[in-house]
């Protein structure tokens, strides 16, 4: 696709009105490597700009990278959401330090509006140095599978500088980003599939008119027996008001984090996944968790947390994988979102990881849900007796405070609705 198709994929009829045509690189060229402007998607008003490719391979100069960051300073003041679509080479080189200090200026921009308005972008070809890090600091990811590729420095780089040998795949290939490093929230299989997953992103971020659904059942999502594993999206599924928007699927799949309306109201979820690890806690889902939260604290989401979580995953690996530190930056990030946080205990919560429902301003349990330092069986390990009695006991969380309802499965989706509207 052409940059104009793109744009015209994105935007809704009409609507795109573009930013600074007549701008200029220090040369005198046309600044005509990025297309900026703001348009409507979803009815919506949102700050966009989209490399050309066609134009010295998307690179930008001082003129055009100055462009793009005159039009996020808008979009903060006018509090647009800004939609980034990158197939950018970095910089003009032969600029030299003034096209440094133009990338400078737009990545300022993208770090102020951190917080401000939800950032999106889309990788629809190659992505390297300044316009890697762009990416890196939107708020949603997504790239096209076999075609998207983002690093700092490239393979030629790498090689010149390490004698390495390195394929780009392997490098900052699509698939590397979604199960390596999680910069990828969605993978798509065209330019098409990218384009419009942001204007579902866009529309997923606001609340829609109440939907009244015919309630359906939780009976036989969540097994009885706790050891008993289960895929947690069919509960989500089950509660929502249409399928979940899984995010970053393949990342940390002990944990899963998307976007879900509950009654219209758009909101973050993040789930325990009982089918990977029994649920654990570990490093990568500690880093997809704390992410996921600031996330929702950023684009001003409320977030749901549904806890099924035997533990912290022991072990030497973690353990030197610093699972201390990204633990204690779980714990910060829920402590410090400012937006309405409910957790659900749907069948238990042990030890350390009960981070994800410590900090919650309500906390709903399923009956028989089990709450305590520790279970039953790793404590008498722990302690070495078998003599050992835990309480576990959802009463006792309860009158501890710790718990505030305990709610019937079927009541749970409008217990939800109602707590998310309050």
């Known amino acids: 696709m052409t940059v104009a198709e793109r744009l015209h994929a994105l935007c809704d009829p009409d609507s795109f009105v573009e930013w600074e045509r007549d701008a200029c690189e220090r040369d005198g060229s046309p600044a005509w490597a990025v297309r900026c402007g703001f348009a409507r998607v979803h009815g919506r008003q949102v700050a966009v700009y989209a490399h050309d490719p066609a134009v010295r391979r998307g690179a930008l100069g001082e003129g055009s990278a100055s462009k793009v960051a005159r039009l996020l300073l808008q979009a903060g003041q006018r509090g647009t959401p800004v939609?980034?679509?990158?197939?950018?080479?970095?910089?003009?080189?032969?600029?030299?330090?003034?096209?440094?200090?133009?990338?400078?200026?737009?990545?300022?921009?993208?770090?102020?509006?951190?917080?401000?308005?939800?950032?999106?972008?889309?990788?629809?070809?190659?992505?390297?140095?300044?316009?890697?890090?762009?990416?890196?600091?939107?708020?949603?990811?997504?790239?096209?599978?076999?075609?998207?590729?983002?690093?700092?420095?490239?393979?030629?780089?790498?090689?010149?500088?390490?004698?390495?040998?390195?394929?780009?795949?392997?490098?900052?290939?699509?698939?590397?980003?979604?199960?390596?490093?999680?910069?990828?929230?969605?993978?798509?299989?065209?330019?098409?599939?990218?384009?419009?997953?942001?204007?579902?992103?866009?529309?997923?971020?606001?609340?829609?008119?109440?939907?009244?659904?015919?309630?359906?059942?939780?009976?036989?999502?969540?097994?009885?027996d706790f050891r008993r594993p289960y895929?947690?999206?069919?509960?989500?599924?089950?509660?929502?008001?249409?399928?979940?928007?899984?995010?970053?699927?393949?990342?940390?799949?002990?944990?899963?984090?998307g976007l879900l309306r509950f009654g219209g109201r758009a909101t973050g979820v993040l789930a325990s996944q009982p089918r990977h690890l029994a649920g654990c806690l570990d490093v990568l889902a500690s880093r997809k968790a704390a992410a996921f939260v600031r996330l929702c604290d950023a684009v001003g989401l409320p977030l749901v947390t549904f806890v099924d979580v035997p533990g912290y995953l022991p072990g030497l690996a973690q353990e030197q994988a610093g699972i201390l530190n990204f633990g204690a930056d779980l714990l910060r990030a829920y402590g410090s979102t400012t937006t309405r946080s409910i957790a659900v205990v749907l069948r238990k919560s042990y030890g350390g990881a009960s981070v994800l429902s410590c900090t919650a301003d309500r906390v709903l349990a399923l009956p028989g849900a089990r709450l305590s330092a520790m279970g039953a069986e790793a404590a008498r390990v722990a302690l070495g007796s078998d003599g050992v009695a835990v309480d576990e006991s959802l009463a006792t969380a309860v009158a501890a405070g710790y718990v505030h309802e305990i709610v019937e499965p079927d009541a749970l989706r409008e217990r939800l609705i109602s707590l998310l509207q309050a």
């Open 83 to 224: 939609i980034a679509i990158h197939q950018c080479d970095g910089v003009r080189v032969e600029e030299g330090i003034h096209a440094v200090q133009g990338w400078e200026r737009l990545l300022g921009a993208h770090v102020r509006l951190g917080g401000v308005v939800p950032q999106l972008a889309a990788v629809l070809g190659v992505g390297v140095g300044a316009s890697a890090y762009a990416v890196a600091l939107c708020d949603l990811v997504v790239l096209v599978r076999e075609r998207s590729f983002l690093f700092v420095v490239g393979p030629r780089g790498v090689q010149q500088a390490t004698g390495q040998e390195v394929g780009m795949d392997a490098l900052g290939g699509a698939a590397m980003h979604a199960t390596r490093t999680g910069t990828a929230h969605a993978l798509a299989d065209d330019d098409a599939g990218a384009i419009s997953r942001l204007r579902g992103w866009i529309h997923a971020l606001r609340d829609t008119p109440a939907v009244h659904l015919q309630p359906q059942t939780l009976a036989g999502l969540i097994p009885d």
């Open 231 to 257: 895929d947690v999206r069919g509960v989500l599924d089950a509660l929502g008001d249409a399928p979940l928007d899984e995010l970053r699927p393949d990342w940390a799949p002990n944990l899963v984090t």
